[in-house]
């Protein structure tokens, strides 16, 4: 079984920065098929949105909104996927929750709250 634990969720003026970070524990098999990991976002009365997204093989994908703005990186040997999010708006505002895959399973975390307020 996987643990996800997300934190460096906060309250942020716009423009400003926040890093988030989320560690994955469990069975060493199961955090070594670990494959691609990323991030998702969810605002009030929004779909849950793909922010950015990074394989074991660390190749990154990004949502358009964040592209140029955000950074996500991996560490496998401490089981860990970060999000830097630089130039913060107020439309970044959402719940930030990590997910990880490892066939046929999916892993999500508690979320984490980020507020940028204008």
């Known amino acids: 079984q996987v643990r996800l634990v997300e934190s460096g969720g906060g309250l942020v003026q716009a423009g400003g920065s926040l890093r988030l970070s989320c560690a994955a524990s469990?069975?060493?098999?199961?955090?070594?098929?670990?494959?691609?990991m990323g991030w998702y976002r969810q605002a009030p009365g929004k779909q849950r949105e793909l922010v950015a997204s990074?394989?074991?093989?660390?190749?990154?994908n990004y949502a358009d909104a964040v592209k140029g703005r955000f950074a996500i990186s991996r560490d496998n040997a401490k089981n860990t996927v970060d999000l830097q999010m630089n130039s913060l708006k107020p439309e970044d505002t959402a719940v930030y929750s990590c997910?990880?895959?490892?066939?046929?399973?999916?892993?999500w975390g508690q979320g984490t709250q980020v507020t940028v307020s204008s």
């Open positions: 997910n990880a895959r490892r066939y046929p399973y999916e892993y």
């Open positions: 469990g069975g060493g098999f199961s955090i070594s098929s670990i494959g691609t």
């Open positions: 990074i394989t074991r093989g660390g190749s990154p």
